[in-house]
């Protein structure tokens, strides 16, 4: 159950001053979540679990910053996804493809008709959480970034140390097995 505003207010003052309840109860109201974005970066449950709660302790080291200039549970986000990439970066330095701009001539935006509504419906959320938890820690990173937070190629190579071109790469390698892995999961479920 979500706090009223004041209580909200109140919960985040006492963040501000170290106060362990209040930090229980901020943890409480934000954790799932919080979760299912760690989740979504995560290679599998235990990875997630740690992400999530190493993001909650820079949230509490950082919520002094907090000025209450925009949404609180935004903030929040942005610092989760940002240890997400912070993960990404370290794990898969070594597995996020270096290649020139326009070198495979892999076009702007991947086809979004692979991705509609209408199929992550049928696919479901947890078939669809698994299947992204499958792809490589750098075409889970570039597919989270582009697809559900919303980040242009530019901002995934900055903020990945990659090219564009990597970045457009890793995005359409990660639909097109994202793509196989939730068709096999689609004929299971129609032939079961």
């Known amino acids: 159950m979500r706090s009223t505003k004041n209580d909200f207010e109140l919960i985040v003052q006492g963040c501000k001053k ?4 209040s930090q229980h109860l ?10 299912m974005i760690c989740l979504r970066y995560a290679a599998n449950e235990m ?4 992400l999530c709660h190493d993001g909650f302790l820079k949230v509490f080291e950082k919520i002094k910053k907090f000025k209450g200039a ?5 903030w929040m986000k942005r610092i989760f996804v940002n240890m997400a990439i912070d993960m990404c970066r370290k794990k898969s330095a070594n ?17 979004e008709e692979d991705f509609t509504e209408e199929f992550f419906r049928r696919v479901g959320r947890e078939a669809l959480l698994e299947s992204i938890q499958k792809l490589s820690d750098a075409y889970r990173a570039v597919f989270n970034l582009y697809v559900v937070e919303g980040y242009s190629h530019q901002e995934i190579a900055e903020q990945l ?6 970045s ?24 079961g």
């Open 26 to 35: 901020l943890f409480e109201q934000y954790y799932g979540l919080m979760k």
């Open 95 to 111: 597995q996020l493809v270096t290649l020139e701009d326009n070198h495979l001539g892999v076009e702007d935006e991947p086809d």
């Open 168 to 191: 457009k790469s890793n995005l359409a390698k990660a639909r097109k097995n994202l793509r196989k892995t939730l068709e096999r999961l689609m004929q299971k479920k129609n032939v």
């Open 47 to 50: 990875e997630a679990e740690d």
């Open 70 to 74: 925009g949404s609180f549970e935004g």
């Open 18 to 21: 170290g106060d362990r309840a």
């Open 161 to 166: 140390h990659i090219s564009v071109g990597s």
